[in-house]
């Protein structure tokens, strides 16, 4: 099984209106964690820059300026994705895992088109697999016990540190964890 953990940070909420400004990611084969990435990218001209995003990742216009250009990393993804699929074998894709998983699938699907790259799903199966379903699943019984499930709630209801939130590296490597902690507790075999 193929899985790759995928974070992002946006300038919006809107993945049509709105540009990615960091992707992070962990790939795992068959229960092995090969390699993880991180990339800080310039958002399209055309992408809408909502100042409170930017507050909410800690990103400021001066910094994005000294990002990577978005076709610069969508080159460098293609080619860490093709190390471990083959595009043109329709069963071989990555399953994407998040957290709040749409918003992240359908902001780096979007982004992929802004790229000219219409090969989204030579990479990845659809739908993405949600920990936060997991979550759910897992505290179906004590829910009450969590103010909200943000990210940052649940990994500390788990007990798991994140070094900084909102950043994706950081958060995905949290997403990873708990994957990992409620995957082991109840033997769920992808």
């Avoid at 919006?12 to 540009?19: A, D, I, T, V, Y």
């Avoid at 093709?82 to 998040?98: A, L, R």
């Amino acid at each position: 099984m193929k899985l790759c953990f995928i974070d992002v940070e946006t300038t919006g909420l809107n993945p049509k209106k709105n540009g990615i400004i960091q992707i992070a990611g962990i790939i795992e084969v068959n229960d092995i964690q090969m390699m993880d990435f991180n990339f800080f990218v310039k958002p399209f001209d055309s992408d809408i820059i909502d100042e409170n995003s930017l507050k909410i990742n800690n990103i400021n216009m001066e910094r994005i300026q000294n990002f990577h250009e978005p076709l610069e990393v969508n080159n460098k993804l293609i080619h860490i994705f093709s190390q471990y699929i083959d595009k043109y074998d329709k069963t071989d894709k990555f399953i994407f895992v998040g957290y709040n998983a749409e918003f992240d699938f359908h902001f780096l699907r979007e982004w992929f088109y802004k790229n000219g790259n219409k090969y989204f799903f030579s990479w990845f199966v659809g739908p993405p697999l949600d920990v936060m379903n997991l979550v759910l699943f897992d505290l179906k019984d004590r829910i009450y016990q969590v103010e909200n499930l943000r990210l940052e709630t649940i990994t500390k209801f788990y007990d798991i540190k994140i070094k900084e939130s909102h950043n994706a590296y950081y958060d995905i490597k949290a997403t990873y964890n708990l994957y990992h902690i409620i995957n082991n507790k109840f033997n769920i075999s992808l």
